[in-house]
């Protein structure tokens, strides 16, 4: 069998984006500090039993891993390639703590309050997880140390740094950036930058 070259970056490339230099690091407000002995995530809203799911960091860290090999698009236009995370698949996570059958769309809450709203549908791609490490080494603090949510396929502001808690959602709402003006969806491929590009019924009513 003859193997198939490795695709170049250039198609890999959404429209509208660059390929920079080294690797940049772009975050919203202070890097918290991490204490194991207090850190707990949180599964909440509308969960299949109706109750939250608490996991503290020794939990949490011993759950199954997996390792995915994916670029991260960034909506300031540039785009890092070929990133290897590893960490805890959404699968993972929703077979211990599933959503009610309603649920349809996710919100990922990180330190200081941010949060990210996505599908479900996005939520449970299979490249989508709770990343822990980048390129076999812990993620360093400032993107995003201990767990971060990766979800590649959408621009990077959706991919939560210093997650604590998934929210299940019945109704859909916006999150942090979404609140001030960034596309509710966020597709790379169709240049979903901005909430004044949303089409009927991509956006909450």
């Not at 891993?65 to 236009?77: L, P, S, Y």
């Given at each position: ?8 970056e250039e ?133 995003g140390f ?60």
């Amino acid at each position: 069998m003859v193997e198939q070259p490795e695709p170049s970056e250039e198609p890999r490339l959404p429209p509208g984006q660059y390929v920079p230099r080294g690797r940049p690091v772009i975050h919203y407000g202070r890097v918290p500090t991490f204490r194991p002995a207090t850190w707990q995530l949180h599964v909440m809203g509308a969960t299949a039993s109706g109750e939250q799911h608490r996991f503290t960091w020794p939990q949490f860290s011993e759950l199954p891993r997996t390792t995915i090999v994916a670029d991260f698009h960034c909506v300031t236009k540039f785009s890092i390639m070929g990133n290897e995370w590893n960490g805890v698949s959404t699968a993972t996570l929703m077979e211990i703590a599933p959503p009610a059958p309603g649920v349809r769309h996710v919100m990922i809450w990180g330190e200081y309050g941010y949060s990210a709203n996505i599908r479900i549908g996005d939520f449970t791609r299979s490249q989508t997880m709770f990343a822990m490490e980048f390129d076999e080494k812990p993620i360093s603090p400032e993107r995003g140390f201990p767990v971060r949510m990766i979800v590649p396929h959408l621009y990077a502001w959706k991919s939560v740094k210093w997650v604590r808690a998934v929210e299940y959602l019945l109704e859909d709402k916006r999150g942090f950036w979404e609140e001030r003006g960034y596309h509710n969806i966020a597709d790379p491929w169709r240049e979903q930058r901005y909430s004044y590009q949303e089409e009927a019924g991509e956006g909450p009513p």
